[in-house]
């Protein structure tokens, strides 16, 4: 919300106002928006962009202005922000008319940039009027629309700065641009067909296909059953017919892909309602300016395949966002599935030489056009947990919006960790937190990461005074800051860096409770957390319980095998294994001798890795195709916890509590052995997780009279735990902060790393 001085009655002489503007206001249509409204109150004075945001000076009378202020804050363009609006008087002039001057470059840029939005409903109207100049043009936007940090080059954002700079607007589109009173008034991506980007469809040897309409002649090529590679907004998109089992298999192999859910695109709401079940939060998701992919619950018997989305009873669904993606459907195309273009785990593709060359043998065709993406960005996920959207993936339509912090101090850089990486830059009281970068693990994405780096710092015309990284020694973003010779840096604890970004996102100070459960986190005595209860703020923590450590035999072999986790754990809890039903057709011996010699076995107490031994001993997955598949589908048999939970207890070591694994453990043998079904057992652990949570936060409220909670880590994506953890705690007397615009994941823990750094950095300087 706006920060705005108290306006006060003014009397009705003439007077003169300067009124700074800071926020996401250039690119937007705000200068128009301000000479029109000028005009309509008869104002007098000039509006101008500079590096501090919009600068206003009006000349009326007293009462004029402060309407015309008013109506600034409530009608501000679609996809502005205001975030401050400060005035004074000056001097009055003797001017008689509005102007919109020349942008001003002359100190470091502290305005705001905005993200690329969905095609609004204007431009579409007009896509497919065939009495428009525009009709059927894939490239139509006005100020409200289309593409804006992705193809942003530098700053102001002027054209020259942008990805559109080689492209000659025609005297039509060059009056639009210069007509304050147009909608397309300084329109950056401004064109048509006679002066604009223009698609090509090639074949997957990179030969142009000779065709009067290439983006018709893909919908055809993808009825057919083909994998066609798709140029938007922030990269590459596979596509393929979401109806076509034999297409999304295909698609499957070649991508590398197993059986990680893929996301759809529909025609419209209307059609998204037929596949699944969707709530009012989920609609306005769905249709907003960001247009994220939502996870919607599935309906039985619908035409999508299930190898769109095996083993899960949600879908990922988003709508249409850019022109060429309306033009799809208007083609008759069916539900498609868009998946980012690249192989598993590296990043999305941005470039049509590199899409040619990095998709060979993944795409049958390409469908490309001419305008550059400067800085690639994957759609955004979103998810309604608890009454609250939150965001699983936060990228293409909220980035670069900051999030305001109550803290100043040295500019800081933090680059976050190895899986979900993303990077933040701390600049005054706002974070800039980057697009989701991916998972660290190759070439390719480190290239990535570099990259955006360099990119943030340029657009914000800032360098850091100080980098903070991950404790982790071999994360690839570490040694990244390590290198960094000529900056201070600072590491900072994985799980301290969850409770902090939750605080930041909360705007919390004051210490709190911290419940913080995901996979993995190199801890602060070297070896693997994953299950903690810490005490904290940004200054520091005390690890106050955990989860009991137990053995993981060889490390990341046991996280892609969870059959392997839960012979370790069961190895070390009875010294033999029980006879179970999971244990057939196994090989336990090498991984028993592995937990007896205590070799190449590193103690955890993930909460992460208790789900896969658990699902594991269940009969669940006892081998994975991507990050936390057993976990997810053995939430998926989950439908109540109105039942009685396993055993479980607390006790101290080292003057730390330990939530202990052995009952819990002991309890799923005994159940399964008696032959509890899937769904009980699922239904049984989640409400053990859920009581043993509560019990130790009651604990901690107890000793350090906090009863401020921060609830965050990958875990609490699994909605059946998050949403009985949260009405079970509030009960109980806790306040309870959890993560909406960032994930929960560690997609959002550089803002974390950052706040610590920061605060560490001025404790420190005294």
């Known amino acids: 919300m706006a920060e705005t001085e108290t306006l006060t009655k003014i009397p009705n002489k003439i007077i003169r106002k300067e009124i700074r503007i800071n926020g996401i206001v250039q690119g937007v249509g705000f200068r128009p928006f301000i000479y029109n409204l000028a005009n309509r109150f008869g104002l007098s004075g000039a509006v101008s962009n500079s590096d501090d945001g919009v600068i206003i000076e009006v000349q009326g009378s007293g009462s004029m202005i402060e309407d015309f202020s008013k109506a600034i804050l409530r009608n501000a363009p679609p996809i502005s922000m205001i975030s401050h609006m400060k005035s004074l008087e000056i001097p009055n002039q003797s001017d008689t008319e509005f102007l919109i001057l020349h942008s001003e470059k002359n100190s470091s840029v502290s305005t705001m940039i905005s993200p690329d939005v969905a095609v609004c409903s204007d431009c579409v109207e007009e896509l497919f009027n065939p009495e428009d100049r525009r009709y059927l043009y894939p490239f139509i936007n006005c100020t409200n629309c289309g593409p804006r940090y992705t193809i942003i080059e530098n700053i102001p954002y002027d054209r020259p700065f942008t990805s559109m700079k080689d492209f000659t607007q025609c005297p039509e589109c060059q009056d639009e641009y210069n007509n304050p009173e147009d909608r397309r008034f300084h329109a950056q991506p401004n064109a048509c067909h006679q002066c604009g980007p223009s698609c090509t469809l090639h074949d997957n040897k990179g030969k142009s296909i000779n065709t009067t309409n290439p983006i018709q002649k893909a919908v055809k090529e993808i009825a057919d059953g083909k994998i066609v590679a798709v140029k938007g907004l922030g990269g590459f998109h596979l596509a393929v017919d979401a109806t076509n089992n034999m297409a999304v298999k295909e698609l499957r192999k070649r991508k590398h892909r197993e059986e990680k859910p893929l996301a759809i695109m529909?025609?419209?709401?209307?059609?998204?309602?037929?596949?699944?079940?969707?709530?009012?939060?989920?609609?306005?998701?769905?249709?907003?300016?960001?247009?994220?992919?939502?996870?919607?619950?599935?309906?039985?018997?619908?035409?999508?395949?299930?190898?769109?989305?095996?083993?899960?009873?949600?879908?990922?669904?988003?709508?249409?966002?850019?022109?060429?993606?309306?033009?799809?459907?208007?083609?008759?195309?069916?539900?498609?599935?868009?998946?980012?273009?690249?192989?598993?785990?590296?990043?999305?593709?941005?470039?049509?030489?590199?899409?040619?060359?990095?998709?060979?043998?993944?795409?049958?065709?390409?469908?490309?056009?001419?305008?550059?993406?400067?800085?690639?960005?994957?759609?955004?996920?979103?998810?309604?947990?608890?009454?609250?959207?939150?965001?699983?993936?936060?990228?293409?339509?909220?980035?670069?919006?900051?999030?305001?912090?109550?803290?100043?101090?040295?500019?800081?850089?933090?680059?976050?960790?190895?899986?979900?990486?993303?990077?933040?830059?701390?600049?005054?009281?706002?974070?800039?937190?980057?697009?989701?970068?991916?998972?660290?693990?190759?070439?390719?994405?480190?290239?990535?990461?570099?990259?955006?780096?360099?990119?943030?710092q340029r657009i914000f015309e800032t360098n850091a005074d100080l980098i903070t990284y991950d404790m982790h020694p071999e994360y690839l973003s570490t040694k990244w800051a390590k290198d960094q010779s000529e900056i201070p840096t600072i590491a900072v604890q994985h799980h301290h860096a969850h409770l902090a970004s939750c605080m930041a996102e909360n705007n919390l100070h004051d210490p709190v409770i911290g419940i913080i459960m995901d996979g993995t986190g190199y801890g602060a005595d070297e070896s693997i957390w994953g299950g903690e209860i810490l005490i904290g703020d940004y200054f520091g923590f005390q690890r106050f319980a955990h989860f009991e450590q137990m053995p993981l035999p060889g490390g990341d072999a046991?996280?892609?095998?969870?059959?392997?986790?839960?012979?370790?754990?069961?190895?070390?809890?009875?010294?033999?294994?029980?006879?179970?039903?999971?244990?057939?057709?196994?090989?336990?011996?090498?991984?028993?001798?592995?937990?007896?010699?205590?070799?190449?076995?590193?103690?955890?107490?993930?909460?992460?890795?208790?789900?896969?031994?658990?699902?594991?001993?269940?009969?669940?997955?006892?081998?994975?195709?991507?990050?936390?598949?057993?976990?997810?589908?053995?939430?998926?048999?989950?439908?109540?916890?109105?039942?009685?939970?396993f055993d479980y207890k607390i006790d101290m070591k080292n003057n730390i509590r330990r939530m202990l694994v052995s009952p819990i453990i002991h309890s799923v043998v005994d159940a399964v052995q008696n032959g509890e079904s899937m769904l009980t057992l699922s239904n049984r652990f989640h409400k053990t997780l859920v009581d043993l949570i509560t019990e130790i936060a009651k604990v901690a409220k107890s000793e350090t009279g906090l009863s401020k909670v921060v609830i965050s880590g990958g875990v609490f994506q699994n909605h059946v735990l998050f949403e009985a953890v949260v009405p079970t705690l509030l009960k109980n007397g806790f306040e309870i902060f959890s993560h909406k615009i960032l994930p929960m994941n560690d997609g959002g823990i550089s803002l974390g790393q950052a706040m610590i750094a920061r605060y560490k950095q001025k404790a420190k300087e005294g």
């Open 558 to 645: 046991a996280i892609k095998a969870p059959w392997r986790t839960a012979v370790a754990y069961l190895q070390k809890i009875y010294g033999y294994l029980p006879d179970l039903p999971f244990l057939d057709n196994l090989t336990p011996e090498p991984i028993i001798e592995m937990v007896d010699k205590n070799v190449n076995c590193p103690q955890t107490s993930s909460c992460g890795r208790l789900f896969d031994a658990v699902a594991a001993i269940s009969g669940g997955l006892q081998t994975i195709r991507y990050e936390g598949q057993a976990a997810i589908e053995f939430m998926q048999n989950s439908d109540n916890l109105d039942v009685q939970s």
């Open 266 to 456: 529909v025609k419209s709401l209307e059609e998204a309602k037929l596949f699944c079940e969707i709530n009012s939060d989920e609609i306005k998701a769905l249709e907003s300016i960001q247009c994220p992919i939502v996870l919607l619950r599935k309906r039985n018997n619908i035409p999508i395949v299930d190898e769109v989305a095996p083993g899960n009873d949600r879908i990922g669904i988003m709508l249409p966002y850019t022109p060429l993606h309306h033009m799809l459907f208007y083609y008759d195309a069916s539900p498609l599935v868009m998946t980012s273009a690249n192989l598993s785990e590296e990043p999305i593709c941005i470039e049509n030489d590199e899409a040619l060359s990095r998709l060979e043998g993944i795409a049958d065709f390409f469908l490309t056009h001419d305008r550059d993406i400067y800085l690639r960005s994957d759609d955004s996920v979103v998810i309604h947990l608890n009454d609250n959207l939150r965001l699983i993936r936060r990228s293409r339509g909220y980035i670069p919006i900051p999030i305001f912090v109550k803290s100043h101090g040295p500019t800081v850089l933090a680059v976050g960790g190895e899986l979900k990486n993303t990077v933040c830059l701390l600049k005054d009281d706002k974070a800039f937190i980057s697009q989701h970068i991916g998972n660290l693990e190759n070439l390719e994405a480190y290239s990535f990461f570099t990259h955006t780096i360099n990119h943030l």
